[in-house]
């Protein structure tokens, strides 16, 4: 079970717009920044958003990041057919002391 | 460009011990805070350790605590995990990660392409 709460699947057509969530506590989420990384099938992965709403260069901003109290957000738009893969949000947990990971969310483009 | 080259995985039975190196280039390795993430077979993404950028800090989940042990060689950019007393549950591809803040709010831009460890 993760510290960091994820629904394990979502699906959008393209073009659409998709939103997962995160929940967390107050030792995660509600006091530390939120990152978020996305791995295609069989690779490693990949840092898509950095403290709560930064994106890496060469990241489109198609993506965006946000966090509120103790849950945080990533918003895909314009969904396109490569987007397909696993979303993963972390965080720094002061309790477990130690980064941690949600479960994770399947996201298929229909 | 930054590169990370995990080694040393295979197959190991129950109880058994395996050490994974990830040769580091393309950055400063002695400033460097890293960490190892691991993934089970079909599963999400779990931190297992981190060492501080000097090495005097190393920090481990609870499932490896007292069983893995974190170093570095700072001369040689080279990232260690000493893994003993081997459980199928340790069954897992396994990351390493420059840690872009170290200790209290870690963050990995540059992953390793990973590597395989089974135990059976």
């Known amino acids: 079970q993760s510290v960091l709460t994820q629904p394990p699947s979502a699906s959008g057509t393209p073009g659409q717009r998709v939103t997962f969530s995160c929940s967390g506590s107050?030792?995660?989420?509600?006091?530390?920044?939120v990152y978020w990384y996305q791995q295609l099938p069989g690779t490693a992965p990949k840092l898509l958003i950095y403290r709560n709403n930064q994106r890496p260069s060469g990241v489109p901003d198609r993506f965006s990041g946000s966090k509120s109290g103790t849950s945080a957000s990533l918003a895909i738009s314009g969904l396109r057919s490569e987007d397909e893969a696993d979303y993963y949000c972390?965080?720094?947990?002061?309790?477990?002391?130690?980064?941690?990971f949600g479960g994770g969310i399947k996201l298929t483009v229909l | 460009e930054v590169q990370l080259l995990e080694s040393g995985g295979g197959l190991v039975p129950p109880g058994g011990s395996l050490r994974l190196s990830c040769a580091a280039s393309g950055f400063t390795f002695s400033v460097s805070a890293l960490s190892w993430v691991r993934q089970a077979p079909g599963k999400g993404l779990e931190w297992v350790s981190g060492?501080?950028?000097?090495?005097?800090?190393?920090y481990y989940a609870d499932s490896v605590k007292g069983r893995f042990t974190v170093s570095r060689d700072n001369s040689n950019n080279t990232l260690f995990l000493q893994m003993n007393s081997l459980t199928v549950d340790d069954t897992a591809v396994y990351y390493c990660?420059?840690?872009?803040?170290?200790?209290?709010?870690?963050?990995?831009?540059?992953w390793g392409q990973g590597i395989l460890v089974s135990v059976s």
């Open positions: 107050t030792s995660n989420i509600g006091s530390k920044s």
């Open positions: 972390a965080t720094w947990d002061d309790r477990l002391r130690g980064p941690v």
């Open positions: 990660a420059k840690d872009e803040a170290g200790y209290g709010n870690s963050w990995f831009l540059y």
């Open positions: 060492i501080s950028a000097a090495g005097g800090r190393t």
